[in-house]
Protein backbone atom coordinates (compact mmCIF):
# COMPACT_ATOMS: atom_id res chain seq x y z
CA UNK A 1 0.00 0.00 0.00
CA UNK A 2 1.64 3.14 -1.16
CA UNK A 3 0.43 6.46 0.79
CA UNK A 4 1.63 9.86 0.02
CA UNK A 5 1.84 12.44 2.30
CA UNK A 6 1.77 15.88 2.11
CA UNK A 7 1.48 19.41 3.39
CA UNK A 8 1.04 22.34 1.96
CA UNK A 9 -1.63 24.03 3.99
CA UNK A 10 1.43 27.12 5.70
CA UNK A 11 4.82 26.66 4.55
CA UNK A 12 7.71 24.14 4.58
CA UNK A 13 5.34 22.39 1.61
CA UNK A 14 6.67 18.70 1.69
CA UNK A 15 5.99 15.14 0.75
CA UNK A 16 6.56 12.17 1.97
CA UNK A 17 5.72 8.29 1.08
CA UNK A 18 5.46 5.59 2.56
CA UNK A 19 5.17 1.95 1.50
CA UNK A 20 3.37 -0.90 3.33
CA UNK A 21 4.34 0.99 6.27
CA UNK A 22 7.64 1.60 5.59
CA UNK A 23 9.00 5.16 5.11
CA UNK A 24 10.96 5.35 1.61
CA UNK A 25 11.65 8.91 0.96
CA UNK A 26 10.25 12.30 1.93
CA UNK A 27 11.56 16.19 1.00
CA UNK A 28 11.26 19.72 1.67
CA UNK A 29 9.87 21.36 -1.74
CA UNK A 30 12.09 24.32 -1.18
CA UNK A 31 15.25 22.18 -2.18
CA UNK A 32 13.78 21.64 -5.60
CA UNK A 33 11.64 25.44 -6.52
CA UNK A 34 14.77 26.90 -4.49
CA UNK A 35 11.96 29.20 -2.96
CA UNK A 36 12.97 29.43 1.37
CA UNK A 37 10.31 27.33 2.67
CA UNK A 38 8.17 26.20 -0.20
CA UNK A 39 6.10 29.21 -0.23
CA UNK A 40 5.05 31.89 2.00
CA UNK A 41 1.86 31.06 4.49
CA UNK A 42 -1.05 32.45 2.86
CA UNK A 43 -4.21 31.88 3.20
CA UNK A 44 -4.61 32.01 -1.06
CA UNK A 45 -2.37 28.93 -1.54
CA UNK A 46 -2.96 25.73 0.40
CA UNK A 47 -4.10 23.98 -2.83
CA UNK A 48 -0.01 24.66 -4.05
CA UNK A 49 1.33 21.40 -3.45
CA UNK A 50 5.15 20.21 -3.30
CA UNK A 51 4.77 19.10 -6.69
CA UNK A 52 8.54 18.78 -7.08
CA UNK A 53 9.03 16.84 -3.60
CA UNK A 54 6.26 14.43 -4.91
CA UNK A 55 7.56 14.07 -8.27
CA UNK A 56 11.24 12.72 -6.41
CA UNK A 57 9.30 10.46 -4.44
CA UNK A 58 7.49 8.75 -7.11
CA UNK A 59 10.91 8.71 -8.82
CA UNK A 60 12.57 7.27 -5.64
CA UNK A 61 10.06 4.67 -5.51
CA UNK A 62 9.74 3.75 -8.81
CA UNK A 63 5.96 4.66 -9.09
CA UNK A 64 3.64 6.34 -11.07
CA UNK A 65 0.25 8.66 -9.96
CA UNK A 66 -2.06 5.22 -10.60
CA UNK A 67 -0.08 3.47 -7.93
CA UNK A 68 -0.90 5.69 -5.00
CA UNK A 69 -3.48 4.23 -2.98
CA UNK A 70 -3.76 7.17 -0.79
CA UNK A 71 -3.16 10.70 -0.37
CA UNK A 72 -3.08 12.12 3.14
CA UNK A 73 -2.93 15.85 3.66
CA UNK A 74 -1.80 17.40 6.85
CA UNK A 75 -4.37 19.70 7.62
CA UNK A 76 -8.46 18.91 8.83
CA UNK A 77 -10.73 21.64 7.17
CA UNK A 78 -13.54 20.12 8.61
CA UNK A 79 -12.05 20.91 12.35
CA UNK A 80 -10.61 24.18 10.89
CA UNK A 81 -14.59 25.16 10.12
CA UNK A 82 -15.99 23.94 13.14
CA UNK A 83 -12.98 25.69 15.59
CA UNK A 84 -12.04 28.33 14.09
CA UNK A 85 -13.41 32.33 14.43
CA UNK A 86 -13.40 34.12 10.88
CA UNK A 87 -13.40 36.95 13.41
CA UNK A 88 -9.58 36.39 14.73
CA UNK A 89 -8.64 37.61 11.43
CA UNK A 90 -8.14 41.35 10.78
CA UNK A 91 -10.68 40.66 7.62
CA UNK A 92 -13.28 37.78 7.86
CA UNK A 93 -13.20 36.77 4.14
CA UNK A 94 -9.87 35.47 4.68
CA UNK A 95 -10.83 32.47 6.17
CA UNK A 96 -13.58 32.13 3.56
CA UNK A 97 -10.66 32.11 0.93
CA UNK A 98 -8.69 29.99 2.98
CA UNK A 99 -11.45 27.32 3.27
CA UNK A 100 -12.45 27.97 -0.57
CA UNK A 101 -8.47 26.82 -1.42
CA UNK A 102 -8.63 23.77 0.99
CA UNK A 103 -11.69 22.80 -1.30
CA UNK A 104 -9.35 22.72 -3.91
CA UNK A 105 -7.07 20.30 -2.19
CA UNK A 106 -8.57 17.01 -3.64
CA UNK A 107 -8.83 17.79 -7.39
CA UNK A 108 -5.19 19.43 -7.42
CA UNK A 109 -4.09 15.58 -5.94
CA UNK A 110 -5.80 14.31 -8.96
CA UNK A 111 -4.38 16.04 -11.50
CA UNK A 112 -0.96 16.01 -10.41
CA UNK A 113 -1.42 12.10 -9.94
CA UNK A 114 -3.38 11.50 -13.02
CA UNK A 115 -5.84 9.65 -11.05
CA UNK A 116 -9.15 9.79 -9.25
CA UNK A 117 -8.82 9.53 -5.46
CA UNK A 118 -12.69 10.07 -3.69
CA UNK A 119 -12.54 8.55 -0.76
CA UNK A 120 -8.89 7.76 -1.26
CA UNK A 121 -7.65 11.86 -0.45
CA UNK A 122 -7.69 12.02 3.62
CA UNK A 123 -7.37 15.36 5.73
CA UNK A 124 -5.35 14.31 9.13
CA UNK A 125 -5.65 17.28 11.89
CA UNK A 126 -2.36 19.28 11.74
CA UNK A 127 -1.55 18.47 15.36
CA UNK A 128 -1.99 14.26 15.24
CA UNK A 129 -0.21 14.27 12.15
CA UNK A 130 3.02 16.40 13.82
CA UNK A 131 2.32 14.43 17.31
CA UNK A 132 2.33 10.93 14.35
CA UNK A 133 5.99 12.22 12.75
CA UNK A 134 7.68 12.32 15.89
CA UNK A 135 5.94 8.86 17.95
CA UNK A 136 6.57 6.26 15.27
CA UNK A 137 10.14 7.07 14.30
CA UNK A 138 10.79 7.34 17.60
CA UNK A 139 10.93 3.64 18.84
CA UNK A 140 9.28 4.08 22.31
CA UNK A 141 6.65 1.63 22.72
CA UNK A 142 4.27 4.47 24.57
CA UNK A 143 5.07 8.10 25.31
CA UNK A 144 4.11 11.38 25.97
CA UNK A 145 3.60 13.59 23.22
CA UNK A 146 3.93 17.26 22.85
CA UNK A 147 3.19 19.51 20.29
CA UNK A 148 3.87 22.89 20.33
CA UNK A 149 3.91 25.37 16.56
CA UNK A 150 2.34 28.45 15.38
CA UNK A 151 -1.26 26.70 14.90
CA UNK A 152 -2.95 23.87 13.76
CA UNK A 153 -6.60 24.02 12.68
CA UNK A 154 -7.19 26.10 15.70
CA UNK A 155 -4.40 24.26 18.31
CA UNK A 156 -1.19 25.87 19.05
CA UNK A 157 -0.25 23.24 21.77
CA UNK A 158 -1.74 19.55 21.77
CA UNK A 159 -0.71 17.53 24.87
CA UNK A 160 -0.71 13.75 23.74
CA UNK A 161 -0.36 10.41 24.92
CA UNK A 162 0.58 7.27 22.32
CA UNK A 163 0.70 4.06 23.40
CA UNK A 164 1.70 0.66 21.08
CA UNK A 165 0.47 1.94 17.80
CA UNK A 166 -2.31 4.26 19.31
CA UNK A 167 -2.28 8.24 19.53
CA UNK A 168 -4.85 9.64 21.45
CA UNK A 169 -5.12 13.49 22.14
CA UNK A 170 -5.52 14.42 25.47
CA UNK A 171 -5.57 18.27 25.53
CA UNK A 172 -4.73 21.35 23.36
CA UNK A 173 -4.10 24.99 23.61
CA UNK A 174 -5.84 26.61 21.31
CA UNK A 175 -5.62 30.12 19.06
CA UNK A 176 -4.34 33.19 20.54
CA UNK A 177 -2.35 31.00 22.64
CA UNK A 178 0.59 30.76 20.49
CA UNK A 179 4.34 30.56 21.37
CA UNK A 180 4.98 29.70 17.20
CA UNK A 181 3.06 33.25 16.75
CA UNK A 182 4.82 35.35 19.74
CA UNK A 183 7.92 34.25 17.83
CA UNK A 184 7.32 35.02 14.43
CA UNK A 185 6.35 38.71 16.19
CA UNK A 186 9.17 39.44 17.91
CA UNK A 187 11.21 37.99 15.00
CA UNK A 188 10.05 41.23 12.94
CA UNK A 189 10.27 43.48 15.48
CA UNK A 190 13.81 42.82 15.86
CA UNK A 191 14.53 43.20 12.52
CA UNK A 192 14.58 39.91 10.88
CA UNK A 193 12.31 37.46 8.83
CA UNK A 194 9.28 35.58 10.75
CA UNK A 195 11.47 32.87 10.13
CA UNK A 196 14.10 33.36 12.00
CA UNK A 197 13.63 32.28 15.02
CA UNK A 198 16.95 30.86 15.15
CA UNK A 199 18.76 34.20 14.52
CA UNK A 200 16.57 35.61 17.78
CA UNK A 201 17.68 32.15 19.65
CA UNK A 202 21.93 32.57 18.83
CA UNK A 203 21.07 36.35 19.71
CA UNK A 204 19.34 35.65 22.93
CA UNK A 205 23.01 34.62 24.69
CA UNK A 206 24.23 37.68 24.38
CA UNK A 207 21.16 39.80 26.41
CA UNK A 208 19.79 39.78 30.02
CA UNK A 209 16.64 38.23 30.13
CA UNK A 210 16.07 40.33 33.41
CA UNK A 211 15.42 43.29 31.12
CA UNK A 212 12.51 42.44 29.35
CA UNK A 213 10.99 39.44 31.38
CA UNK A 214 8.13 41.58 33.13
CA UNK A 215 7.06 42.75 29.61
CA UNK A 216 7.50 39.00 27.88
CA UNK A 217 5.21 38.01 31.15
CA UNK A 218 2.51 40.09 29.98
CA UNK A 219 2.96 38.73 26.44
CA UNK A 220 3.25 35.15 27.68
CA UNK A 221 1.79 34.46 30.97
CA UNK A 222 3.32 31.27 32.82
CA UNK A 223 2.07 28.85 35.84
CA UNK A 224 3.01 25.87 37.16
CA UNK A 225 1.45 23.88 34.73
CA UNK A 226 -0.56 26.35 32.31
CA UNK A 227 0.63 29.36 30.30
CA UNK A 228 -1.58 31.82 27.80
CA UNK A 229 -0.84 34.35 25.56
CA UNK A 230 -2.38 37.47 25.19
CA UNK A 231 -2.80 38.44 21.51
CA UNK A 232 -2.73 42.45 22.34
CA UNK A 233 0.14 42.41 24.42
CA UNK A 234 2.05 40.07 21.80
CA UNK A 235 1.00 42.00 18.75
CA UNK A 236 -1.02 39.50 16.89
CA UNK A 237 -3.06 40.64 13.88
CA UNK A 238 -6.05 40.87 15.65
CA UNK A 239 -4.57 43.58 17.99
CA UNK A 240 -6.12 46.67 18.18
CA UNK A 241 -3.21 48.22 19.63
CA UNK A 242 0.00 48.73 18.64
CA UNK A 243 1.32 45.49 20.04
CA UNK A 244 4.40 44.59 20.14
CA UNK A 245 5.82 48.56 20.01
CA UNK A 246 3.62 49.65 23.38
CA UNK A 247 5.29 46.38 25.00
CA UNK A 248 9.10 46.78 23.86
CA UNK A 249 9.35 49.58 22.35
CA UNK A 250 10.79 50.91 18.72
CA UNK A 251 11.05 47.58 16.12
CA UNK A 252 14.93 47.06 14.62
CA UNK A 253 14.62 48.31 10.86
CA UNK A 254 16.74 44.93 8.94
CA UNK A 255 19.75 46.42 8.49
CA UNK A 256 19.91 48.87 11.30
CA UNK A 257 22.61 47.99 14.17
CA UNK A 258 21.81 45.17 17.07
CA UNK A 259 21.62 46.89 20.09
CA UNK A 260 21.35 45.36 23.46
CA UNK A 261 18.47 46.00 23.99
CA UNK A 262 17.60 43.79 21.57
CA UNK A 263 19.34 41.31 22.84
CA UNK A 264 17.95 41.33 25.87
CA UNK A 265 14.76 41.09 24.02
CA UNK A 266 15.53 37.88 22.82
CA UNK A 267 16.50 36.85 26.15
CA UNK A 268 13.89 37.64 27.71
CA UNK A 269 11.29 35.58 24.81
CA UNK A 270 14.32 32.77 25.36
CA UNK A 271 13.18 32.76 28.94
CA UNK A 272 9.52 32.90 28.92
CA UNK A 273 9.64 29.87 25.96
CA UNK A 274 11.74 27.99 28.46
CA UNK A 275 9.10 28.95 31.50
CA UNK A 276 5.82 28.27 29.29
CA UNK A 277 7.17 25.15 27.86
CA UNK A 278 8.59 23.75 31.27
CA UNK A 279 4.94 23.83 32.91
CA UNK A 280 3.41 22.01 29.43
CA UNK A 281 6.14 19.24 30.20
CA UNK A 282 4.87 19.66 33.68
CA UNK A 283 1.48 19.09 32.77
CA UNK A 284 1.82 16.58 30.29
CA UNK A 285 3.92 14.17 32.83
CA UNK A 286 0.84 14.48 35.58
CA UNK A 287 -1.57 13.14 32.82
CA UNK A 288 0.65 10.87 31.07
CA UNK A 289 3.02 9.32 34.05
CA UNK A 290 5.60 8.00 31.21
CA UNK A 291 9.42 8.14 31.06
CA UNK A 292 9.32 8.87 27.30
CA UNK A 293 8.38 12.05 25.55
CA UNK A 294 8.21 13.47 21.93
CA UNK A 295 8.19 16.74 21.24
CA UNK A 296 7.05 18.17 17.73
CA UNK A 297 6.20 21.34 16.33
CA UNK A 298 8.20 24.06 14.94
CA UNK A 299 9.02 25.03 18.77
CA UNK A 300 10.81 21.87 19.21
CA UNK A 301 13.47 23.51 16.90
CA UNK A 302 14.54 25.59 19.99
CA UNK A 303 17.19 23.95 20.82
CA UNK A 304 18.03 25.26 23.93
CA UNK A 305 14.21 24.76 25.29
CA UNK A 306 14.76 21.29 23.76
CA UNK A 307 18.05 21.08 26.07
CA UNK A 308 16.34 22.21 29.16
CA UNK A 309 13.46 19.43 28.75
CA UNK A 310 15.93 17.00 28.51
CA UNK A 311 18.04 17.70 31.60
CA UNK A 312 14.63 18.74 33.67
CA UNK A 313 14.52 14.92 33.69
CA UNK A 314 10.65 14.82 33.98
CA UNK A 315 10.97 12.31 30.91
CA UNK A 316 13.82 10.09 30.72
CA UNK A 317 14.03 9.89 27.12
CA UNK A 318 13.11 12.81 24.83
CA UNK A 319 12.77 12.48 21.40
CA UNK A 320 12.38 15.13 18.58
CA UNK A 321 12.47 14.15 14.94
CA UNK A 322 15.08 15.83 12.10
CA UNK A 323 11.84 17.88 10.96
CA UNK A 324 9.44 18.67 13.58
CA UNK A 325 7.98 21.89 11.87
CA UNK A 326 5.52 21.65 9.15
CA UNK A 327 7.29 19.74 6.65
CA UNK A 328 7.67 16.58 9.23
CA UNK A 329 3.60 16.50 9.05
CA UNK A 330 3.93 15.21 5.18
CA UNK A 331 5.64 12.04 6.91
CA UNK A 332 3.16 11.82 9.88
CA UNK A 333 0.06 12.35 7.82
CA UNK A 334 0.91 9.32 5.55
CA UNK A 335 1.86 7.41 8.67
CA UNK A 336 -1.47 8.05 10.28
CA UNK A 337 -3.73 7.01 7.32
CA UNK A 338 -1.30 3.68 6.93
CA UNK A 339 -2.41 3.08 10.31
CA UNK A 340 -6.18 3.62 9.73
CA UNK A 341 -6.29 1.97 6.61
CA UNK A 342 -4.11 -0.92 7.34
CA UNK A 343 -4.96 -1.60 11.45
CA UNK A 344 -1.06 -2.63 10.68
CA UNK A 345 1.48 -0.76 12.63
CA UNK A 346 3.47 1.59 10.33
CA UNK A 347 6.90 1.28 10.67
CA UNK A 348 8.34 2.26 13.78
CA UNK A 349 12.31 3.50 15.25
CA UNK A 350 13.37 4.69 12.02
CA UNK A 351 14.13 8.08 12.54
CA UNK A 352 16.46 8.69 9.90
CA UNK A 353 17.04 12.09 8.28
CA UNK A 354 18.55 11.05 4.83
CA UNK A 355 15.38 10.12 3.31
CA UNK A 356 15.88 13.04 -0.11
CA UNK A 357 17.76 12.15 -3.28
CA UNK A 358 21.02 10.68 -4.07
CA UNK A 359 22.97 11.19 -7.02
CA UNK A 360 25.53 8.86 -8.47
CA UNK A 361 28.60 9.30 -10.07
CA UNK A 362 27.49 9.62 -13.42
CA UNK A 363 25.27 11.92 -12.46
CA UNK A 364 27.60 13.92 -10.34
CA UNK A 365 30.48 13.82 -13.23
CA UNK A 366 27.77 15.43 -16.01
CA UNK A 367 27.52 18.29 -13.80
CA UNK A 368 30.60 18.81 -12.89
CA UNK A 369 31.47 18.85 -16.56
CA UNK A 370 28.27 20.83 -18.02
CA UNK A 371 29.90 23.37 -15.86
CA UNK A 372 32.83 23.77 -17.97
CA UNK A 373 34.76 22.17 -14.76
CA UNK A 374 37.13 19.88 -14.37
CA UNK A 375 36.99 16.89 -11.80
CA UNK A 376 39.09 15.68 -9.86
CA UNK A 377 39.36 12.28 -8.41
CA UNK A 378 40.11 11.42 -4.47
CA UNK A 379 41.13 7.95 -3.46
CA UNK A 380 40.84 8.79 -0.06
CA UNK A 381 38.19 11.77 0.33
CA UNK A 382 37.45 11.90 3.90
CA UNK A 383 41.23 11.89 4.77
CA UNK A 384 42.08 14.54 1.50
CA UNK A 385 39.54 16.80 2.87
CA UNK A 386 40.19 16.84 6.23
CA UNK A 387 43.68 17.98 5.07
CA UNK A 388 42.03 20.92 3.33
CA UNK A 389 39.78 21.45 6.67
CA UNK A 390 43.24 21.52 9.03
CA UNK A 391 45.08 23.65 7.05
CA UNK A 392 41.97 26.74 7.13
CA UNK A 393 40.06 26.01 4.06
CA UNK A 394 36.06 25.93 3.75
CA UNK A 395 35.32 22.48 2.67
CA UNK A 396 31.81 21.73 0.86
CA UNK A 397 30.71 17.69 1.78
CA UNK A 398 28.08 16.39 -0.96
CA UNK A 399 27.33 12.59 -0.28
CA UNK A 400 24.39 10.38 -0.52
CA UNK A 401 20.57 11.43 0.30
CA UNK A 402 19.85 14.79 1.27
CA UNK A 403 18.65 15.30 4.77
CA UNK A 404 14.86 15.81 5.55
CA UNK A 405 14.75 18.67 7.92
CA UNK A 406 16.49 22.11 8.52
CA UNK A 407 19.87 21.24 9.52
CA UNK A 408 22.53 19.97 7.11
CA UNK A 409 23.89 16.73 9.21
CA UNK A 410 26.59 15.64 6.93
CA UNK A 411 25.57 15.41 3.68
CA UNK A 412 24.83 18.49 2.17
CA UNK A 413 27.19 20.49 4.80
CA UNK A 414 30.00 23.22 4.80
CA UNK A 415 32.85 22.27 7.00
CA UNK A 416 35.82 23.89 8.45
CA UNK A 417 38.31 24.33 11.28
CA UNK A 418 36.86 24.57 14.71
CA UNK A 419 40.68 25.63 16.27
CA UNK A 420 40.21 28.86 14.81
CA UNK A 421 39.30 31.64 16.46
CA UNK A 422 38.76 34.27 13.30
CA UNK A 423 36.61 31.13 11.33
CA UNK A 424 33.27 31.99 12.84
CA UNK A 425 33.31 35.44 11.08
CA UNK A 426 34.79 34.08 8.42
CA UNK A 427 32.17 31.96 7.62
CA UNK A 428 29.71 34.43 8.42
CA UNK A 429 30.95 37.63 6.22
CA UNK A 430 32.70 35.44 2.93
CA UNK A 431 30.12 32.72 2.82
CA UNK A 432 27.10 32.86 4.78
CA UNK A 433 26.39 36.49 4.35
CA UNK A 434 25.10 36.39 7.69
CA UNK A 435 24.99 38.07 11.26
CA UNK A 436 28.22 38.07 12.95
CA UNK A 437 27.12 36.94 16.05
CA UNK A 438 24.95 33.33 14.77
CA UNK A 439 26.78 30.51 16.42
CA UNK A 440 28.12 27.33 14.20
CA UNK A 441 27.61 23.98 14.95
CA UNK A 442 30.23 21.44 16.10
CA UNK A 443 29.62 17.93 14.72
CA UNK A 444 31.72 15.16 16.92
CA UNK A 445 32.33 11.90 16.42
CA UNK A 446 29.60 10.23 19.17
CA UNK A 447 32.44 7.59 21.17
CA UNK A 448 34.02 10.97 21.89
CA UNK A 449 31.91 13.86 22.58
CA UNK A 450 31.57 12.89 26.32
CA UNK A 451 35.68 14.32 26.30
CA UNK A 452 34.85 17.54 25.03
CA UNK A 453 31.16 18.21 25.88
CA UNK A 454 28.45 17.98 28.85
CA UNK A 455 26.15 15.93 26.47
CA UNK A 456 24.66 13.72 29.17
CA UNK A 457 22.54 10.85 28.34
CA UNK A 458 23.15 10.72 24.35
CA UNK A 459 19.51 11.10 22.68
CA UNK A 460 18.53 9.72 19.13
CA UNK A 461 18.41 13.69 18.21
CA UNK A 462 21.15 14.80 19.38
CA UNK A 463 22.09 13.34 16.03
CA UNK A 464 19.29 15.63 14.71
CA UNK A 465 21.33 18.86 16.17
CA UNK A 466 18.12 19.57 18.16
CA UNK A 467 19.62 19.77 21.42
CA UNK A 468 22.57 22.67 22.89
CA UNK A 469 25.01 21.75 25.97
CA UNK A 470 27.65 23.11 27.62
CA UNK A 471 31.37 22.81 25.95
CA UNK A 472 33.83 21.30 28.75
CA UNK A 473 35.07 24.39 30.47
CA UNK A 474 38.85 23.05 29.57
CA UNK A 475 38.56 22.12 25.71
CA UNK A 476 36.55 25.76 25.13
CA UNK A 477 40.35 27.26 23.91
CA UNK A 478 40.62 24.23 21.67
CA UNK A 479 37.47 24.63 19.79
CA UNK A 480 36.76 28.74 19.95
CA UNK A 481 34.93 28.62 17.18
CA UNK A 482 32.29 27.08 17.89
CA UNK A 483 31.54 28.47 21.33
CA UNK A 484 28.70 30.37 21.48
CA UNK A 485 28.99 33.56 24.44
CA UNK A 486 27.25 31.35 27.10
CA UNK A 487 29.70 28.58 26.59
CA UNK A 488 27.28 26.31 24.73
CA UNK A 489 27.48 24.45 21.53
CA UNK A 490 24.13 23.50 19.56
CA UNK A 491 25.69 19.42 18.99
CA UNK A 492 25.36 17.24 16.25
CA UNK A 493 26.67 13.75 17.23
CA UNK A 494 27.69 11.88 14.48
CA UNK A 495 27.51 7.81 14.68
CA UNK A 496 29.08 5.91 12.29
CA UNK A 497 26.03 3.60 12.18
CA UNK A 498 24.26 6.64 10.81
CA UNK A 499 26.54 8.15 8.84
CA UNK A 500 29.63 6.34 8.18
CA UNK A 501 31.55 8.71 5.37
CA UNK A 502 31.27 11.92 7.52
CA UNK A 503 32.71 10.01 10.68
CA UNK A 504 35.26 9.17 8.69
CA UNK A 505 35.91 12.57 7.72
CA UNK A 506 35.82 13.77 11.49
CA UNK A 507 38.06 10.68 12.40
CA UNK A 508 40.40 11.41 9.94
CA UNK A 509 40.37 15.33 11.15
CA UNK A 510 40.77 13.92 14.93
CA UNK A 511 43.82 12.05 13.43
CA UNK A 512 45.44 14.88 12.04
CA UNK A 513 44.57 17.55 14.89
CA UNK A 514 43.89 15.56 17.91
CA UNK A 515 40.42 17.31 18.17
CA UNK A 516 37.08 15.13 17.17
CA UNK A 517 35.08 17.80 16.16
CA UNK A 518 34.70 20.12 12.62
CA UNK A 519 32.54 22.86 12.04
CA UNK A 520 29.00 21.89 10.57
CA UNK A 521 27.10 24.45 9.03
CA UNK A 522 24.43 23.98 6.23
CA UNK A 523 25.81 24.18 2.50
CA UNK A 524 23.64 27.46 1.05
CA UNK A 525 24.69 31.01 0.92
CA UNK A 526 21.14 32.64 1.62
CA UNK A 527 19.37 30.24 -0.40
CA UNK A 528 18.05 27.29 0.67
CA UNK A 529 20.28 24.34 1.47
CA UNK A 530 21.75 22.36 -2.16
CA UNK A 531 20.12 19.44 -3.26
CA UNK A 532 21.65 18.44 -6.68
CA UNK A 533 25.03 18.65 -8.28
CA UNK A 534 24.60 21.30 -9.59
CA UNK A 535 23.00 23.42 -6.72
CA UNK A 536 26.44 22.47 -4.93
CA UNK A 537 28.92 23.60 -8.05
CA UNK A 538 26.59 26.97 -8.04
CA UNK A 539 26.51 27.82 -4.63
CA UNK A 540 30.34 26.58 -4.37
CA UNK A 541 31.53 28.89 -6.75
CA UNK A 542 29.02 31.91 -5.71
CA UNK A 543 30.14 31.63 -2.08
CA UNK A 544 33.58 31.38 -2.74
CA UNK A 545 33.89 28.36 -1.16
CA UNK A 546 37.77 26.47 -1.60
CA UNK A 547 36.75 23.16 -2.28
CA UNK A 548 33.95 20.89 -3.22
CA UNK A 549 33.99 17.12 -2.27
CA UNK A 550 30.96 15.25 -4.17
CA UNK A 551 31.62 11.19 -3.30
CA UNK A 552 35.02 10.84 -4.63
CA UNK A 553 35.06 13.48 -7.07
CA UNK A 554 36.26 16.93 -6.10
CA UNK A 555 36.81 20.76 -7.11
CA UNK A 556 38.77 23.23 -5.45
CA UNK A 557 38.44 27.01 -6.01
CA UNK A 558 41.34 26.94 -8.85
CA UNK A 559 39.89 24.37 -10.79
FE1 LIG B 1 2.65 22.96 12.47
Not at 167 to 177: A, D, G, K, R, S
Not at 205 to 230: C, K, T
Request: glycine share 6%; net charge positive.
Amino acid sequence: MNILGINSVYHESAAALVVDGALVAASEEERFNRIKHGKQSDVDNPHQFPEHAIRFCLDYAGLRGCDIDHVAYSFDPQLRRMQFRAEWWPDPRWEEVFLLRLGEVRGVAERILRRPLRQRSHFVPHHLAHAASAYFPSGFDRAAILTIDGIGEVACSTLATAVGTRIQMLETFNYPHSLGFVWEGISVHLGFSPYDASKVMGLAAYGNPEVFRRQLQSAIRVDEEDYAVDPEAAGFLTAKSRGLETLLGPPRFPDAQILPRHADIAAALQAATNAAVMALVRRLKRKVPLDSLCLAGGVALNCVTNELVRKSGGFSNVFIPSAPHDAGTALGAALVVHFAKRKSPPQRGNSTPFLGPAFNRREILAAVRSAGLTPRRSKAPARDAAEMIAAGKIVAWFQGRMEFGPRALGNRSLLADPRRPDMRSILNRRIKHREDFRPFAPSVVAERADEWFEVGGHSTSHEFMLFTCQVKTERRDRIPAVVHQDGSARLHLVRRESNPGFHDLISCFFARTGVPVVINTSFNDSEPIVCTPADAIVTFRKAGIDALFMDDVYLTAET
